[in-house]
């Protein structure tokens, strides 16, 4: 004991380690397969002429070289994607690259050298100084490699690594179905690259080396796919002091030398350290189990909105010799996340660190239709989304299963994670469709290869299992996996590699959310009636209820040529752009506001429509909160190119009015009303009662006259719904204005604004009459940098003026007036009451000289604004 004690002692007196993990991002050129007349061996020798090659973008796809090598137009601008070569049309050679890279590398010692791909789409050959590394073709878009290289290494120290990558080997034909024919979905890649209803096709069909190229240096061991599990038992509050925890933590070790290796595998956390003695032979892999950790009054992990996200540091070393062989570095939350099934509702109950949490989520594509991933594109959607006041994203079953960055900042801003694997009913065979190749029965069966699926199901779980805001598996969008992929899943890869977490069969099976009411268990889509999201009862956990999400003008400006900046009419063909981008029609909901006299105004009158969408979609399944809904997933937050439809931001992260409305009505203290019967209502997310609230109610006509009509004290419980008084026949004697506007609130004791909410009713006939002759209301506009990241913009609206109605705040460039992307605000498309004044925060990221802030709005004259 203590021979072991004084072994420690001197272990832990080591120098810090240095973690010998880069990136090999630069510096790799390219030449497709027709124009290359030597094989890979030949290829990787340091003295073979890469003259004239072209630069290559790696990590990224073919077609994003191209691009970035002006070989191929902006696929994502006008209808540039139909001047760029199909693969389907063209066959794989077109798009079949090798991809060359010179670095310096060597061993010493007992290093050993690793090269690591974390994603290769769709198969590749990997050369090193002119041997050849993988003695079997990688094959799938889904899954990592590695390979020891330390005996391929040039004794120089100058390297080269030649990889040449294939397509998919059925691309499949683009013929406008979800995913084109379905073929596409024959291999393990990703199913929309041949085309959806919301994106065309992509041409290379992600052809690349997607993702990170790394070399990592080690000693005589490697550690592997760390796995931590915290317990979290009991009910808990996201404050005061908390009962312990439980970390459990192994990690594969493995010896890929000819020695015995013998040392102290150790990990260290909340300042505490797990140290257990480890032999492993030559040549040996083992899994690793540490005894468990219990964390006295740990600071929890919670989701946005709840609760606080804290983060630990994580670190695991092997030490030997007075050495760290090896070292892997995690951010830890810990938290535990349940399901219970609620049989009111028919539908599962998530449940974190105990709290039931009424989900309010996004569904989420990808990206990138490129693959172009940055970590801070990553963090600014998830920060747009945590500003939606959304706790939860669903990653859709077409795509792919998410790059660790992206979970990095779901852990930060607190979103759960639905995470789909790789199969759709379209594709997948749940229902006959005469634009697929093949029946059903055959789709039934896709991917081809079975088990190269649970492979990469392994790989990928492994890759991801350790973040927080993990909080659902689910075998596929709409349709579960084959039954020899599905049970494997359930009975041996998830109880093996996680066990932690809920497993859905399919992304709307009864399990989640029980059908009863006919359909699919998803949806509707499309623009609806306000009214019918409180009205209309739907699935109980919806996992895709949609509607439509144009962006402003200077939106559809990057993306729309100037001769085709029409204004869509109803019932009419819209110009082919919008056509090719996917427009849906929504005018029969604009026009009431006075027909769009060109596509500014259409924009502009989009938005109203947006807000309110958003708004009463999720202000409808909070007032049945708990009754008829466990949660519900919008169909679809975010778009991965430049689509006009599902987004509550645009591809160059512009956020739009959906974003705002939905922002209102997911607040997680919310006063509201309902649009069927005016009941005024409101609702606490939160766990903890709200004692001795005010809630106040009033209307303005369009002169900016107020009518008082209610405000009363009383409290709301914790998680739940409150129904307070409507305003139906206070409203009838408003009959004779033209519209009017409701201005709900509600005050803590002090009258400090808790939650508000102002809806813009239409006249008796259904129009927005008043709006559209409603007079100008000068602001008086202030802007102010607080730090090197904030500004505040204060709208300040006189007495006597009419409301300052539906005002767009913009941080732009002064110079060229461009809106500085991506930006944040913490409220926007906001109204001024007379009298009043509204100040709004605005944080953008990096650094940025010669700003200034635009604002405008229905009743206000666009205005720029020096910043003091």
Known sequence: MRKLFLSLLLLANLTSFSQQRYELNSGWVCSNIKEVKVDGVQLSSTGFSLNNWMPATVPGTVLTTLLNNKKVPDPFYGMN??????????????????????????????????????????????????????????????????????????????????????????????????????????GLTTQYTAG??????????????????????????NLRNPHVVTLVPGKRMPTGVQKPATIKVSVEVENPTNKVVTGVLQYQVAGKTISKSVSLAAGKNAIVNFADLAIENPKLWWPSGYGAQNLYDLKIQF?????????????????????????????????????KIFIKGGNWI????????????????????????????????????????FYNACDKYGLLVFQDFWFSGDCNGRWVDPLKKEDQWTRRNYPDNHPLVLDAIEDQVKLIRNHASLAFWCGGNEITPPEDILNPIKKDILPRLDGTRQFFDFSNSDEMSFNDIGGNGDGPYGIQDPKSFWSTKTFPYNSEVGSVGVGDYESL?????????????FKEKPDSVWDYHKYIAYEQYIDPYGKAKNARDFAMKAQLVNYDQYRALMEGFSNKMWDWYTGSIIWKTQNPWTALRGQMYDYYLDPNACLYGLRKGSEPLHVMMNPVDSMVTVVNNGFANRNNLMVQAKAYDMDG????????????????????????????????????????????????????????????????????????????????????????????????????????????????????????YDDNYVSILPGEHKTITVEYTGSQDNLAVEVYGWNVERTKVQIQ
């Open 705 to 824: 006259k107020d009518y008082f009509y209610s405000q009363v004290f009383n409290s709301i419980g914790g998680s739940s719904v409150r129904r307070f008084f409507p305003m139906n026949e206070f409203l009838k004697k408003l009959d004779k204005k033209e519209g009017v506007f409701v201005s709900l609130r509600i005050l803590d004791e002090k009258q400090n604004i808790l939650s508000e909410n102002i809806y813009w009713m239409a006249d008796k006939n259904g129009e927005y009459s008043g709006l559209q002759k409603i007079k100008s209301a000068p602001l008086n506009i202030t802007a102010a940098k607080k730090s090197n990241n904030k500004v505040e913009v204060t709208l300040s609206n006189k007495n006597g003026n009419p409301v300052a109605f539906f005002n767009r705040i913009a941080l732009i460039d002064k110079q060229s007036g461009k809106r500085i992307l991506p930006a944040f």
């Open 196 to 221: 959806w209803d919301w994106i065309q096709p992509t041409r290379d069909r992600n052809t690349g080396i997607w993702d990170k190229v790394t070399i990592e240096k080690t000693k005589a061991i």
């Open 319 to 355: 030490l030997s010799a007075n050495q760290v062989f090896d070292q892997e570095n995690l951010k830890v939350g810990i938290r535990q996340i349940d399901n219970l099934w609620n049989e009111h509702t028919k539908s599962m109950g998530a449940y974190v660190n105990g709290q």
């Open 81 to 186: 994607n139909e001047k760029i070569p199909d693969v389907y049309n063209t066959g794989n050679d077109h798009y079949t690259y090798w991809f060359v890279k010179d670095f310096a590398e060597k061993a010493v010692g007992n290093e050993q050298v690793w090269l690591q791909f974390r994603g290769i789409n769709y198969k590749a050959e990997f050369y090193l100084n002119g041997k050849k590394l993988n003695p079997k073709t990688h094959e799938g878009m889904h899954i990592r490699a590695e390979y020891n290289i330390t005996k391929f290494l040039s004794p120089t120290g100058k390297n080269r690594l030649a990889v040449i990558v294939y397509p998919p080997d059925f691309p499949g034909n683009p013929n406008g179905g979800q995913g084109g024919d379905g073929t596409i979905a024959k």
């Open 557 to 569: 400006e990057r993306f729309i040529p100037a001769k085709n900046m029409i204004a869509p009419q």
């Open 366 to 405: 990808i990206s990138d239709a490129m693959l172009r991933f940055s970590d801070a594109r990553y963090d600014a959607e998830i920060r747009y989304h945590k500003d939606m006041n959304l706790n939860l994203i669903r990653i859709w079953g077409g795509a792919i299963l998410e790059r660790p960055e």
